[in-house]
């Protein structure tokens, strides 16, 4: 297969129509993205400023390069997930390195090369995929219900594909574009994350620890269990580690942080704080007789 001059944000049109001409077996060892539209599901192809399936419904590209696919049914609010001021206290909480640690423990467990092509499904602010792929240069797409957190994604993070989509019902790419999925603290959808990952890929779960903001909101669930189980038809569990960090945060960041959370302010002001981070994080195989036919 001729990969070269391929680009993560240039080889589109390209990829688009000379997959038509491959044969089966290799037409969706590329990621493709497909109409959201309801019955319809097609390949996209990417022109100047849209994209555009055969069916003729299109698609703009916005200013800071995300293309929205969100459809009127996938919402169920005007602006669904995050809003822009947790986008942002996130960002700044990012910016000051807290989340660093749970970052390197998350690239020892991927494991991720450049020929990978990864999907982070609820990718938020794109910290993690955005800061992953230019370590590691491998081929990176983002999914988000969230208009804010896209259009920060990509500002941030040209390099990537950044989609607004509602990955709880689909993810808009065709089977087996993946190499790699990741959720990080996000809503997880076991089906389509199998459907859309190739037979050989690996898929990365990261949910809260049990000590996971511990000083503000007290000790939190163990999930591993109920998260093995939620993708136990389709993936087998060959990987789990807690990663736990702390840091001293400023009354600023410690507002940052109840922002992201989406905690009532309290009515006295807020104090500096040493606040814990700490995820599980469990890596996932495909199993066997599960998923797609590619
Ligand atoms: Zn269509």
Redesign the pocket.
């Known amino acids: 297969m001729n990969q070269q001059g391929r680009s993560p944000l240039n080889g589109e049109d390209e990829c688009t129509h000379v997959q038509f001409l491959l044969s089966p077996e290799v037409r969706y060892t590329r990621r493709m993205l497909l109409?959201?539209?309801r019955g319809?599901?097609?390949a996209?192809a990417r022109g100047e400023r849209q994209l555009l399936?055969?069916?003729?419904?299109s698609f703009d590209v916005a200013r800071s390069g995300y293309i929205n696919l969100l459809q009127p049914q996938d919402r169920r609010s005007k602006q669904p997930g995050d809003t822009k001021a947790a986008v942002l206290a996130r960002r700044r909480l990012h910016d000051r390195g807290v989340s660093e640690p749970l970052l390197h423990a998350t690239v020892e467990m991927m494991a991720a090369s450049n020929s990978d092509i990864v999907l982070d499904a609820g990718c938020g602010d794109g910290f993690y995929l955005g800061t992953l792929a230019r370590q590691i240069g491998f081929d990176a797409h983002g999914i988000d219900i969230s208009i804010s957190a896209i259009d920060a994604a990509s500002r941030r993070y040209p390099g990537c594909e950044w989609i607004v989509a509602n990955a709880d019902r689909v993810v808009p790419y065709a089977d087996a574009s993946f190499s790699l999925v990741i959720s990080i603290t996000a809503r997880m959808n076991a089906g389509e994350f199998r459907r859309v990952l190739r037979h050989d890929g690996r898929l990365l779960v990261a949910v809260p620890a049990p000590d996971d903001l511990i000083e503000l909101r007290g000790a939190g669930r163990d999930r591993v269990a109920r998260t093995v189980e939620t993708f136990a038809p389709d993936f087998k569990l060959i990987d789990q580690r807690r990663v736990t960090t702390s840091a001293d945060l400023d009354a600023d960041a410690v507002h940052d942080v109840l922002h992201s959370i989406y905690r009532p302010l309290r009515s006295q002001p807020v104090n500096a704080l040493r606040v814990t981070f700490a995820l599980d994080l469990m890596l996932f195989q495909p199993r066997r007789d599960s998923g797609n036919s590619a």
């Open positions: 109409c959201p539209v319809c599901h097609m996209l399936c055969p069916q003729g419904h």
